[in-house]
């Protein structure tokens, strides 16, 4: 008997006291809970991502669209970046601004971690973002690319375009993803509690997490 | 009985040592000033963090309700899961094992490891891996396996063993952990930096350094899961450091171990776990990093995926009428960090990877209760419920505890190895069931009873502060209840109820 038939029998077996219960999912599972906690406009929810992202140490920018490809460059020069990743997708006019001397490097798939860890930033879109819990989530769009870029280099620069991209709730994040894509949810940078339960910012992942809160339209 | 290895990190091979009961090893501990200092300080920090970060959700109750529910429909439909599972990923590109128990599974991720060629792996924190011993077993084929959590590597350069399910280095302060990061690095790769200090943020960066060659040269990773979703075959990851997602990105080759209770139906259930974990566990509103995966994705990610079914005790724990929603546990260990019982005796005198009031019934499960230890686990807690308060799939651990106590005490029918067994009442628990039957007998016998509290009363100034004999052990940590100079039920009789107390 193959290990697959005896974990199954078992199983089988272990529920052999249960009654039969054919309750379709939908019915067994009722989902009292709330789909959003608290009713806010969407200025009130985009104010609610910035501060709840800013509470777990990212830093947070506001912009209109016009004003990204110069916040962008701002951004870049100010950390001192030589190079930056840029996913295939991305909008070229986001950095349209940024200094020619700062090197581009494609996203490509031969590139190895070794060489990206020598990348200094990397800009990205974002799938969606959840204001309750300050997390943008990635699902390997042509504007993000692989998940390794925004893992290896140090610093990460998101844009999340509001109110398009903002959602209040983890419920509503879901609905809006496509669970075949790899997902990555990044809430703050890198960080760990394993040293006497204590937040530290900065481990593995990027330590330093920009995100960029993109307002459609002129103002 | 089982004679599933049931290995434990940093120990001699299985069978050469076996565990102390919990009162023998606890004894130790709750005189380990530093160890009692490092857990008081711990637990009572994210205690009040995690009640501030559940406060903030107006819908707990239901959202911890709605959890209960999916986690015990899942269990009653078990098979069906399992095989949608396997169904789901096969179709996106992985490869699904089934593992009856930790050799099998400990063999299934060896042969895979050896298959790439490879001699080192990268592991993302696991319990399901920690459970079967899994580096040990590697290591036995001459394969090193390196722990990439900070707190795993602190257990792992320090010859230790995890005391919690989170946090595992839970019991080693910043200094002790300075100390051990200075001494032991340089074996295992980049040593420590010079003059590192005790910060917690020196430490950090100590850890970021000594890992990442490890993490840009590595091919194969290893990691368990937190949910697996049965309609999607999605895998679920939740972590902080960043250390899961190089683990689950950079290397060529994925080996995920998953205990069968880890599947969740459908997609949105995660709706609930990804509120509920967080809060609970590391209160956090979201913790740093999720990542989640189905199968394989061209270009981005491993290009060769494995998911190994672990049972390991797990259908002989389904059997039980009570103990089953022990798999309900999201390994959160909210309830390690509310336990008066946890924070004085520590980890380590568990037993097991799974210490606290959820390892007091869930190790004595999946291991069956043969050895003085697990025997003894569910004697460790004082039965005071905040663990079942705060845990988010609202085990009642409380009732287990007593469930078990009475498979120990009393003996009776259990599942091992997917066998119905019946179990001995254990040794050492003999006068509790002479008295207990002794008792049965007095209440269904009023007259013996009325004669017997009279006897009682009238000789109460003969009586010892502590019992004789087989009882000593018992008295030792318990005041012997003052029996009163007149029973309850001579004083009702007398005074009508306490109408005529003034007489």
């Avoid at chain 1, 029998?9 to 999912?25: C, F, I, M, N, Q």
């Avoid at chain 1, 983890?170 to 890198?190: D, H, K, M, Q």
């Avoid at chain 2, 959890?67 to 949608?84: A, E, F, S």
């Avoid at chain 2, 991720?109 to 459970?131: C, F, H, N």
Wanted: one cysteine or more.
């Amino acid at each position: 008997m193959s290990s697959r038939e005896r974990i199954l029998g078992r199983v089988r077996r272990a529920l052999a006291d249960v009654p039969p219960d054919d309750t379709p999912y939908e019915e067994a599972v009722p989902r009292p809970y709330l789909r959003r906690h608290g009713d806010r406009d969407v200025a009130g929810t985009a104010d609610l991502l910035a501060a709840n992202l800013a509470d777990y140490r990212a830093v947070v920018h506001r912009s209109d669209t016009a004003g990204l490809p110069g916040l962008i460059a701002h951004l870049l020069a100010q950390r001192g970046s030589a190079s930056v990743l840029v996913p295939p997708g991305l909008d070229p006019a986001w950095l349209a601004d940024t200094d020619t001397d700062i090197t581009r490097v494609a996203d490509r798939a031969e590139s190895t971690p070794g060489e990206l860890d020598r990348v200094d930033s990397v800009v990205t879109g974002c799938a969606v973002a959840i204001a309750e819990t300050g997390t943008i989530v990635l699902d390997g769009s042509p504007d993000q690319g692989r998940r390794r870029i925004t893992l290896i280099p140090d610093h990460h620069i998101c844009v999340v375009r509001v109110p398009g991209q903002v959602v209040s709730s983890v419920p509503e994040a879901l609905e809006r993803l496509t669970p075949s894509r790899p997902l990555t949810w990044i809430s703050g940078p890198s960080a760990t509690s394993d040293i006497e339960l204590d937040r530290v910012e900065g481990v593995h992942g990027p330590r330093t997490l920009e995100v960029v809160l993109a307002e459609d339209g002129d103002g | 009985m089982s004679t599933t290895y049931l290995g434990m990190p940093a120990l001699p091979a299985p069978g050469d040592r076996a565990f102390p009961s919990f009162p023998q090893a606890a004894h130790a501990a709750v005189r380990d000033t530093t160890l009692r200092g490092n857990l008081r300080h711990a637990t009572h920090t994210i205690r009040a963090k995690r009640a501030k970060a559940v406060a903030e959700v107006s819908d707990w109750a239901q959202l911890r309700e709605a959890g209960r529910r999916i986690k015990d429909h899942t269990l009653r439909h078990l098979d069906r899961y399992l095989v949608q599972v396997e169904e789901a990923v096969t179709a996106a590109g992985g490869t699904v094992h089934w593992a009856a128990n930790a050799a099998e599974a400990n063999r299934i991720v060896a042969d895979l490891v050896k298959a790439t060629g490879e001699r080192e792996v990268v592991k993302v924190k696991s319990m399901a891996t920690q459970e079967i011993g899994l580096n040990e077993a590697l290591q036995a084929e001459g394969i090193r396996a390196y722990e990439t959590d900070l707190a795993e590597l602190i257990v792992q350069l320090g010859k230790d063993r995890p005391s919690h399910i989170l946090v595992p280095a839970i019991h080693r302060n910043r200094g002790e952990i300075r100390d051990i990061f200075r001494s032991e690095m340089s074996a295992w790769g980049r040593p420590a930096p010079e003059g590192l200090t005790d910060t917690p943020a020196e430490l950090a960066e100590a850890a970021r350094l000594h890992l990442r060659e490890k993490f840009l040269r590595a091919k194969v990773g290893i990691s368990g899961a937190n949910f697996v979703v049965a309609e999607t075959g999605t895998l679920v990851v939740v972590e902080s450091e960043g250390n899961g997602r190089m683990c689950l990105t950079l290397p060529e080759t994925l080996i995920s171990v998953v205990g069968i209770e880890k599947i969740v139906p459908t997609w949105r259930d995660l709706e609930v776990f990804l509120q509920t974990l967080p809060r609970s566990s590391t209160a956090e509103r979201m913790n740093p990093y999720t990542s989640m995966w189905t199968g394989t994705t061209d270009g981005d990610g491993p290009s060769t995926f494995h998911l190994v079914l672990l049972d390991n005790g797990r259908t002989d724990t389904l059997a039980d009428q009570v103990g089953r929603q022990a798999l309900r546990c999201i390994r959160c260990s909210a309830c390690l960090n509310v336990c008066p019982v946890y924070e004085r005796a520590g980890g380590h005198a568990y037993g097991s990877v799974y210490p606290g009031p959820i390892g007091a019934i869930l190790s004595p499960q999946l291991r069956g209760t043969a050895t003085d230890i697990d025997a003894s686990l569910p004697y460790a807690s004082s039965l005071c419920g905040a663990c079942y308060e705060v845990c988010p799939v609202a085990i009642d651990i409380p009732e287990v505890l007593v469930h078990l106590r009475e498979r120990v005490a009393e003996g009776g029918t259990a599942t091992r190895g997917g066998n119905k067994v019946v179990l001995r009442p254990a040794k050492g628990h003999a006068a509790e069931r002479a008295a207990m039957r002794a008792a049965r007998w007095a209440f269904t016998h009023p007259g013996a009873l009325a004669a017997g509290q009279r006897l009682a009363s009238r000789t109460r100034r003969f009586h010892p502060r502590a019992l004789p004999g087989p009882g000593r052990a018992w008295s030792a940590g318990r005041d012997l209840p003052a029996v009163p100079a007149e029973p309850f039920r001579d004083w009702w009789q007398r005074t009508r109820g306490g109408k005529d107390e003034a007489k």
